[in-house]
């Protein structure tokens, strides 16, 4: 792939967006634990309608509100019962919701871009990456974070690359997955996948780390799914209703003519 300075320029506001993602990402998992981590982010859904009317100026059905309703309450009602637990990070939950605010841009800016790149994601990927490495250059030098890398004591540990590299692996196939579905289906499709993962990995955190929830903690989760299943479910059937009624009117019209 060769390189193209206005191309890089197009795919910048997704590489910005990326870079947030990944570093409030991971700040969250810093502060919370594996299975609050779900409810930490679940904002993603709510903020993709606050957006879609900000940005797009697209209004939202009563139905679709009443779902982001269920998702928000299950958000507070996991804090409560992470607060109940003496495990509640404010700190976390806040990057939570900035990382909820990133993924809800970056599924929005990935569509947006890719007719910059003739919609190749092996491409997107590429700009996108190169991007983030010269964007995280700056960040590390003001945040201090190339002094720490420098004193790292496992630096020259075989493991520890290892165990990078793997993870590097990992955030380039799910990069590259991402893109390739919103590319053929859409944000909203790609939320889908979303929900079913969240649900996965918070059971499977859960059992990993041998720890016991209260009923009120799963029931924020299932809050949390639900709400989001149900907003896919109720803009998938709006997408419908909306696809099928111009036949349906073209069918009333021929049928007066008959």
């Known amino acids: 792939l060769n390189l193209d300075l206005k191309v890089a320029r197009s795919v910048l506001p997704l590489s910005v967006v990326f870079i947030g993602m990944i570093t409030f990402n991971n700040l969250c998992l810093k502060y919370v634990g594996v299975p609050f981590y779900n409810v930490g982010r679940s904002l993603t859904t709510v903020f993709n ?9 697209q209004t939202t059905s009563f139905y679709a509100l009443l779902t982001c309703g269920v ?21 976390g939950t806040i990057f939570g919701v900035l990382a909820s605010l990133c993924v809800s841009l970056n599924a929005i800016y990935t569509k947006k871009v890719l007719p910059a790149v003739d919609h190749s994601i092996w491409r997107l990927t ?16 003001v945040l201090g974070e190339l002094r720490a890398l420098l004193a790292f004591t496992h630096l020259s540990s075989a493991h520890f ?14 990069g590259y997955v991402t893109g390739l579905q919103i590319k053929f289906t859409s944000p909203l499709t790609h939320n889908v996948s979303g929900t079913a993962k969240a649900c996965a990995q918070t059971v499977l955190a859960v059992l990993y780390y041998e720890e016991i929830k209260s009923f009120l903690w799963w029931t924020s989760n299932l809050m949390v799914l639900g709400g989001s299943s149900a907003y896919t479910w109720v803009r998938g059937w709006e997408m419908q209703k909306t696809q099928e009624d111009p036949s349906s009117k073209d069918g009333e019209k021929s049928a007066i003519r008959v």
Do not use: H, R
């Open 49 to 57: 309608v606050l957006l879609s009317y900000l940005l797009l100026k």
């Open 71 to 91: 998702i928000i309450g299950g958000f507070w009602l996991g804090i409560d019962q992470e607060g109940a637990e003496g495990t509640l990070s404010l700190t």
């Open 126 to 141: 590429f700009y996108n990456n190169v991007n983030a490495c010269v964007l995280f250059l700056p960040l590390m030098i």
């Open 161 to 174: 690359w290892l165990m990078m590299t793997l993870g590097g692996l990992f955030g380039f196939a799910i």
